[in-house]
């Protein structure tokens, strides 16, 4: 009896199931595509071997957006390094392992400014093996929602990709960001987030905090490190924590207290030099403008350093005319 067989460009034994390195190995010659028709081969491929790949969707956006309709055919530096990506992941993918239903599942599930992603795997003693990736990309309009309902969305999209494993027992849902450990809390929810919460409620699962320099395996590969969560991101998006700037917020003192921190802090140094001289960045958030300092939906803000967080909330919280439904220090990067 064989211990492994070839079926369909898979590897199956009893460890798991794994690339066929017949089908993949002439990836590594392949060079880059010159067209849209060479391009839509590639990720055809690509898309096949996906669940072998945590971060397809991430490492594959700068080429799914060749393919949109009013793309002018440009191969950038971007596009070479998400075609690197793919072709070193299609030729070093891991073996998934076999899921194992008398112990409990992991869900680990993320999103970015690009996709969504998750993975699904178990604790054989010490060790976590994998059982399933899945990722994809956000469409222009989930582009535009904010980073709780984005999180939402990756949840939902993740529970309903591994339902046929997750149906009908308990099991973890690990996130790093913390705002959906209440996601049942919500008090009559309307519309969207109303149905996403008639979707999870015949599914039984805990969801537990997980802090962002833990949670590499659904983030993103694509992108750099935060240095305020620990969380990977693109470094021209990356979020801040910032406190309204009106006069009656934040007294002349604790401006000058406030001054003197982002004068002394290297981020701010950098987004400074952005505003100032420039280059600023090219997939810089909608948020953010490049008059004054920084700006928000409802105007200027101070970014607020650490040491100065509770000094502007004590400010705020302290004057009769702050409004009880916006916040005084609002912690965006969760």
């Known amino acids: 009896m064989k211990r492994k067989v070839a079926y369909l460009g898979h590897i199956i034994s009893e460890k798991g199931i794994a690339t066929d390195p017949s089908k993949t190995r002439a990836v590594k010659e392949w060079q880059a595509p010159s067209c849209v028709s060479e391009l839509r081969q590639l990720l055809g491929l690509a898309s096949y071997y996906r669940k072998f790949d945590n971060g397809f969707a991430s ?4 080429l799914h957006r060749l393919l949109e309709g009013d793309a002018e055919w440009k191969w950038t530096e971007d596009c070479q390094v998400a075609f690197d990506a793919l072709k070193h992941q299609l030729t070093s993918a891991p073996i998934l392992a076999y899921p194992v239903f008398r112990r409990r599942f992991l869900d680990d599930v993320d999103a970015s400014g690009d996709g969504l992603g998750a993975v699904l ?8 093996r994998v059982v399933a990736y899945a990722s994809r990309s956000l469409t222009k309009p989930e582009r535009r929602y904010c980073v709780t309902r984005r999180e939402m969305l990756g949840l939902v999209w993740a529970l309903r990709e591994f339902r046929p494993y997750l149906y009908g ?10 705002c959906l450990r209440w ?6 929810p309307e519309g969207q987030v109303a ?3 008639e979707s999870l409620a015949e599914l039984d699962f805990e969801v ?17 490190s935060c240095a305020q969560c620990g969380r990977p991101m693109k470094s021209s998006m990356c979020a801040v924590r910032a406190a309204p700037s ?6 002349q003192t604790l401006r000058d207290q406030l001054l003197a921190a982002q004068q002394a802090d290297p981020e701010i140094q950098l987004l400074r030099q952005w505003v100032t001289s420039g280059p ?4 810089c958030p909608h948020e953010y403008s490049r008059d004054l300092k920084m700006m928000w939906q409802q105007g200027l803000i101070w970014i607020v350093q650490e040491d100065c967080r509770l000094s502007v909330a004590a400010s705020g919280n302290g004057h009769i005319g702050v409004a009880g439904k916006d916040p005084v220090w609002q912690p965006i990067c969760p």
């Open 195 to 197: 149905r996403w919460l």
């Open 59 to 62: 490492n594959a956006a700068p």
């Open 280 to 283: 600023w960045p090219t997939q």
């Open 208 to 224: 537990k905090h997980q802090p962002g320099r833990l949670h590499g395996n659904a983030d993103a590969l694509s992108r750099t």
């Open 169 to 178: 027992q308990r099991f973890l849902v690990r996130t790093d960001h913390s």
């Open 183 to 188: 996601l049942r809390n919500f008090k009559e």
């Open 246 to 251: 009106g006069s009656a917020i934040v007294a």
């Open 121 to 128: 795997s178990q604790k054989d003693g010490s060790k976590e």
